[in-house]
Structure formats: C-alpha cells, structure tokens
C-alpha cells in the first residue's frame, strides 16, 4: 500500500505539534512547511499562510494575535472529545472513498479530508457512521459557514457559473431547474440566484 502523502495542513501542524503552547509568528513555520515540502516533493507549496488561517478557523490552531498563533493539545483534546472517534472517522473516509463528496479530491491529490457531521452534534446528531461524510478542507468549511441547503446553493452557482463559461447547456439547464425549485420553496432566497441572461437569450 503506498505511503499517504503528506499535505500542507500536515505539515504545518507537525511544525506546530513540535512546540505545543509556545506563541509562533508565521514567518519561520511558513520557511520550515517550505524546506519540507520541498524535500518531499521536489517543489514549493502553495498558499502556506492561508493553511495556517484555515487551520485556525477550523479550531486547530489559536489565533494569539495578528500573524501570532499557537497550538494547545489540551483544547484540541477537549475538541476532539466531541468528533468521530477515529474508528468511525475511518469507516466515513473508507465508505466514501477516502475523497470528498462535493469535487472527489483526496489525500492522493494532496488535500487534507474530514469526516463531517451531516447533522451536527448541537443539532441532534450524533457520532455514527450513517451521520458522517467526507469532506476537504475547503468544502469542510464552506460548510461549517452555511446551513446545508446554503452550502447546497452556493456550490450550486459555482457549477452554474462553470457550466455558462462552457457553453454546457445541458449542466445550465439542470442547474436553472434546482434554483427554482430553491425558489418555490422559498429556500434561502437571502442567498441571490445567478442573473439569466443565457435562458432569456434562448
């Protein structure tokens, strides 16, 4: 079985692990995640700053101050008390392949993946295998930002968007259905439609 890659959001926390609760500036872990990756890999990594905000937004990290944060395994233990034990973390990632469910990337492709709550926890759902799916860090938290119908709508404009560049007319028909059926069922109408330019221009 080939060895996982490391990604990015690995790296950063093995720097991080390293020097559990001491206050670290941006610049020398974004140099040590730079020197490693490019042992590994041969090239540099991109966007290492914004891992490290992601990082933070996701819980994992403490913002101290501006460009200034630190990691306390005694937090992120009492966090993880409240996620999918890792047994059932793996039996999420294995059900859905080991990649994302919104666009398919995986660690193969160098993204980190979370086992997600569809329900979550506050809300009457629970640790189990039927509650979870896989989820990159970018979808992850999209939606941990937006309910799941807004998570829904909000990728939905992306592929509209993607779909008009293309001229797929087939994907901008489907994509125009589910947004009136958002709207007759007056979901997240806070959350504007794409203009309809193309099916006026029909």
Known sequence: MAKAKKTISDLIMEYFRKHPKKELQH????????????KLYGRKPRDIWRGIRRLYQEGFLIKVRKGVYKYDPDLIQKKELHDFPPDVKEAIFKKDGYKCIVCGRGKEDGVEIHADHKIPLDKGGTNTIENGQTLCSEHNLLKKNYSQTEFGKRFLIRLYQEALEKNDKRMIKFC???????????????????????????
């Open 176 to 202: 125009e259905e589910i947004f009136d059926v958002y709207d007759k069922y007056g979901i997240n109408s806070h959350i504007k439609r794409p203009d309809r330019k193309f099916r006026e221009s029909k």
């Open 27 to 38: 610049g020398p872990v974004v140099d040590w995640v730079e020197e490693q990756y490019l």
